[in-house]
């Protein structure tokens, strides 16, 4: 077992489509944090986060799915798993080690898809204070989990479809286009594995006060409660 996932692990980390998955996913993110503060009125990545925290949840999944089932069924056609059988291993300890090495994979791709871009908006525009990093990381760490049951679920359907490609290709339907569906359809959310997840995750509590300057202008200030109720657990 330990060999097989080694023996992936190397393959993979030499395998350019790995590349392009997790550098393209980045590259999108921080096209969107780029296109927020040119656009949207974005000044700081506190912000970003509080208005398209789900944006990110959805995007870096996508990124995940892809390198999970890149590593399971990337090999299915070229009939590697035959060599593998051959040197001596079973059919369930094959499973297994590309399921766990995909789990693994995809949660540090979609880890990364975040953290990255906007730990590098926050070298350009800062991070601000409208939310705190421990609270942020908390829910981070939460939508990894449901992540990783998505992950999995996609790694089952590669192998009942046994090819990686039309899987790849289902996963951005159903991160990108269901979504749009479910928004006139109502209650179709709950339906879609971990979305109704991301949108509790991602939905950050907020209220409204206000100040009065030495002028008698009134300011406005927003305040968001980024913490994690027993409920969203």
Same mark, same amino acid.
């Given at each position: 077992?330990? @060999?097989?996932?080694? =023996? ?10 790995? &590349? $392009?998955i ?8 921080? +096209?969107? %944090?780029?296109?927020?503060i040119?656009? @949207? ?6 912000? &970003? ?6 944006? =990110?949840?959805?995007?870096?999944? %996508? ?19 035959? &060599? ?9 300890? %094959? ?6 090495l ?7 791709? $979609?880890? +990364? ?15 601000? @204070?409208?939310?705190?990093? @421990? ?19 996609f790694?089952?359907?590669? $192998?009942?479809?046994?090819?990686? +490609? ?35 995750l ?11 300057? =030495? ?17 969203v657990?």
């Amino acid at each position: 077992m330990k @060999d097989l996932i080694k =023996a992936q692990l190397y393959q993979i980390l030499r395998s350019k489509p790995f &590349y $392009y998955i997790i550098f393209g996913i980045m590259a999108f993110q921080g +096209l969107d %944090i780029i296109g927020s503060i040119n656009g @949207d009125g974005i000044t700081s990545i506190s912000m &970003y986060i509080v208005r398209y925290c789900g944006t =990110a949840f959805t995007t870096s999944a %996508i990124a995940a799915c892809l390198v999970a089932v890149y590593i399971v069924g990337g090999d299915i056609n070229d009939k590697t798993a035959n &060599y593998e059988i051959l040197s001596g291993h079973t059919r369930r300890e %094959i499973f297994i080690a590309k399921a766990v090495l995909g789990v693994i994979c995809g949660s540090i791709a $979609y880890v +990364l898809t975040i953290i990255i871009p906007i730990c590098i908006g926050n070298m350009v525009v800062g991070y601000g @204070d409208m939310v705190s990093i @421990d609270d942020i990381c908390v829910r981070v760490a939460l939508s990894t989990l449901v992540t990783i049951r998505i992950i999995c679920a996609f790694i089952c359907l590669t $192998y009942i479809i046994k090819n990686y +490609l039309i899987t790849m290709a289902v996963s951005v339907f159903y991160f990108m286009v269901l979504p749009v569906l479910c928004m006139y359809m109502e209650g179709a959310n709950s339906l879609i594995l971990g979305l109704t997840s991301y949108n509790k995750l991602s939905d950050l509590v907020s209220w409204m006060t206000y100040t009065i300057d =030495a002028n008698v202008n009134i300011h406005e200030i927003i305040i968001y409660d980024a913490s994690v109720s027993a409920n969203v657990i």
